[in-house]
């Protein structure tokens, strides 16, 4: 079941604290070891590499002494409304789910026209331009041994893109059935990158569940929390949090900082 | 024995010459076949598109030649269903074009996705919300509808007429050929209407995104009135090209005035919307998105020009021209004007889709260049290619212009 509307009762996001994050990029490597990614032969072709989670470095832009950096990792938005990707996609590979309202990737029905590719804007969806298993011809054994079973590798040709690691989802959902119980316990349904992040930077649950953290931060960080270019409209349900007014200024082109302040 | 299969009384050059006049042909069709090979074995890594030019000069050169080829549908109405007679001088030439520029797209779009053996899953896993998907069903649709209009003028082959069941069958196919011109008009609306859709309705790409009536973004009227406006005057180009390479009159003046003259008024009616559609998406619909114009063109090599560039140079200019008879009337003038029209077309193409991806979105983005790699022209080339071997061989072996032996009798 899909839906292109905002999603109602369970709903699952996630929360970064970017002044938590020190980009070291844990969150990367545990989200490609998680969902079976690879590397490319030549993985400074950036345009290329598929990093369901890519960490960005941002800069305030202003000189010696008062540079600042950050990072902000960008997993996919998982847009709440009317994601760009879904409505788009011919052949409807990619759904909204109506429960938790995950965005999902079908990647044995993609046909690999990239319309989706070209709708998004937060760049958080990957074309396989290669054959993945060739690059390791020498190793396919060790590599297909270190492989995980829960998740499908993607082939040559089609999209492919983060899943709040939905396999996850299906794997509690089956614990949950086994143990009674109706409702999916916060830490039974963790992302990969959330329980890698040595920072604590990431947060991940039900948004909608006063119980959840995520819930619990927006409510109190209220002030701290934005998301990406909200006046697209798209509602991620990626939110992230800083104290620092500059961050904020780099998530829409609307928003200026005044020069020369320090931010 | 060849020429028995050239048009009764039509002057052709001989085969030799003829068959010399492929080879350019022939070799860009090889050189798109190599190209195509490499893509299909070893993968779209042969194109220098990434995960930002998701698309490029492939699409570009599909909503080109798609538009372009627009003359077939808009020609085949005027002819067919609105009843000028007079463009019966250059339907079958609108027809041919038609039909090359619509299988060329198709073939080069199967090069494009990255599993050309899903393609059916369009249809079969359809989804409605997607123009993308109107497109594939409307022009797939489209193409079947092009082969039965050229069918009847393969049929009339000096040969195949010979044939009685051939020649009652191809001359009722022309009795009821107004069935297809009215299908093939209402089936390019829709393509070429979903082709602008497809990126009015990106709504999250601030650079294409445009308002929205009920489920169509202003795009969709404007993609149908611009190809409206170009085709039949690539039609003209195509047509004029003919009478100077083949040094004879093939198409009657009225009918090449007349088709120039909807054209012009067309590209009038078009090129103020589109002003009209550009200021408002400037002033409102970009800054709702929280963007302003020049925060599109803060880096790169795209900037203003590209709007003037394409609005004034290329589109009032000729808008101005078509609708002057005197231009009209003289062969240069027209030519000029008709190839303003068409690059305008093409511009206006190559900017919805390239300039679109090259526009970064998250502020802390860098603009990225984009340059096709020789596969990515090759197939683009063999389009062209194809195309002037089809219309070779049709100007050759078929009566493609049924008023050519009256306009060349003295």
Known sequence: MSSHGPTTGIKYGMVIDLDKCTGCGTCSVACMTENNGYCLEDESDKVRSITWLRVYRLENGEPYPNTKVAYLPRPCMHCDNHPPCVSVCPPTATTKDEIGGIVSQIPTRCIGCRYCVAACPYHARYFNWFDPWPLYKDHVKQMTEGLNPDVAPRMRGVVEKCTFCHHRLMAAKERCYAEGLDEIPEDYYQTSCTQACPAGAISFGDLNNPEHRVHQLLKERQKDVFRLLEKLGTEPKVYYMTTQRWIRAKADNFLDVPKGTGY | ?410
């Open chain 2, 1 to 410: 024995m060849e020429s028995e299969f050239i048009p009764e009384g039509l002057q052709r050059t001989s085969a030799t010459s003829f068959y010399l006049w492929q080879l350019p042909w022939l070799g860009l069709l090889a050189w798109g076949g190599i190209s195509a090979l490499l893509c299909l074995i070893v993968g779209l890594n042969q194109t220098n598109m990434n995960d930002y030019f998701a698309f490029g000069v492939w699409i570009v050169f599909d909503l080109s030649v798609i538009a372009l080829g627009a003359g077939a549908f808009f020609t085949g109405f005027l002819t067919y269903v609105v009843g000028k007679k007079e463009l019966k001088s250059i339907i079958n030439l609108a027809v041919i074009i038609g039909f090359i520029c619509y299988s060329g797209a198709v073939a080069m779009l199967g090069i494009d996705i990255g599993q050309p053996i899903r393609g059916w899953f369009i249809f079969w896993h359809a989804n409605v919300h997607s123009m993308l998907t109107e497109v594939s069903f409307c022009i797939t649709c489209y193409l079947m509808v092009l082969t039965i209009e050229y069918l009847p003028n393969i049929l009339e082959n000096r040969q195949l007429d010979k044939i009685k069941e051939i020649h009652f069958f191809s001359h009722n196919l022309h009795e009821i050929m107004f069935v297809f011109a009215a299908t093939g008009t209402f089936l390019s609306f829709f393509h070429q209407g979903s082709l602008g859709g497809m990126y009015g309705v990106m709504y999250a790409r601030p650079y294409a995104a445009r308002e929205m009536f009920s489920i169509w973004p202003t795009t969709f009227p404007l993609f149908i009135l611009s190809a409206m406006a170009a085709g039949p005057c690539f039609t003209l180009i195509i047509a004029t090209m003919l009478e100077k390479i083949g040094r004879k009159k093939l198409v009657k003046k009225e009918a090449k005035e007349l088709l120039a003259k909807i054209s012009g008024r067309l590209l009038l009616v078009y090129i103020i919307l589109k002003i009209i559609d550009t200021w408002y998406w400037g002033t409102v619909t970009a800054a709702e998105a929280g963007f302003s114009v020049s925060d599109f063109f803060r880096e790169g090599p795209y900037g203003w020009w590209t709007v003037i560039f394409e609005l004034g140079f290329l589109g009032v200019i000729p808008a101005i021209l078509l609708n002057i008879p005197a231009v009209r009337h003289s062969t240069g003038a027209l030519m000029f004007a008709a190839v303003l029209n068409c690059a305008g077309i093409v511009l206006n193409r190559f900017v919805v889709t390239v300039v679109t991806l090259a526009i970064p979105v998250m502020p802390f983005e860098k603009f990225l260049g984009y340059l096709p790699t020789w596969q990515e022209w090759g197939i683009a080339m063999a389009v062209i290619g194809y195309g002037g071997i089809v219309i070779g061989l049709s100007y050759r072996y078929l009566p493609v212009f049924p008023h050519e032996k009256e306009l060349n009798a003295g």
